[in-house]
């Protein structure tokens, strides 16, 4: 199983921004999607933002498109999310993802990703 490290949450105000960082551990392993997650306590996880490694083309859900960037570096294995004009509704454990499913394109359901990490903590006060 492929482990991956998240970091970079913390405790901010509303309206401001955080970078989550991801280290995928091992240098041969390729995946055609990695994806971010979160969820609070009690909800399902849910997709936030997954990004095709073979084309670099993002999606988003609703709730973080024109907020949130997801971007990658296939030559140091991470991947990040930067995430702007935070509010208290982003507020959850946030994990990052590697695909394991390949549909021609990459989709933001749990599923299809695997999950090898802690995940990190994002608060977001009003």
């Known amino acids: 199983q492929v482990q991956v490290v998240e970091s970079g949450g913390g405790s901010v105000q509303a309206g401001g921004s955080l970078t989550l960082s991801c280290q995928v551990s091992t240098r041969t392993y390729w995946s055609n999607c990695m994806g971010w997650f979160r969820q609070v306590p009690g909800k399902e996880r849910e997709g936030v933002a997954v990004?095709?490694?073979?084309?670099?083309?993002?999606q988003y859900a609703d709730s973080v498109k024109g907020r949130f960037t997801i971007s990658q570096d296939n030559a140091k294995n991470m991947v990040y999310l930067q995430m702007n004009s935070l509010e208290p509704e982003d507020t959850a454990t946030y994990y990052c993802?590697?695909?394991?499913?390949?549909?021609?394109?990459?989709?933001?359901?749990?599923?299809?990703?695997?999950?090898g990490g802690q995940g990190t903590q994002v608060t977001v006060s009003s």
């Open positions: 990004i095709s490694t073979r084309s670099d083309t993002p």
């Open positions: 993802a590697t695909g394991t499913v390949w549909v021609g394109f990459c989709r933001r359901q749990t599923s299809d990703y695997n999950f």
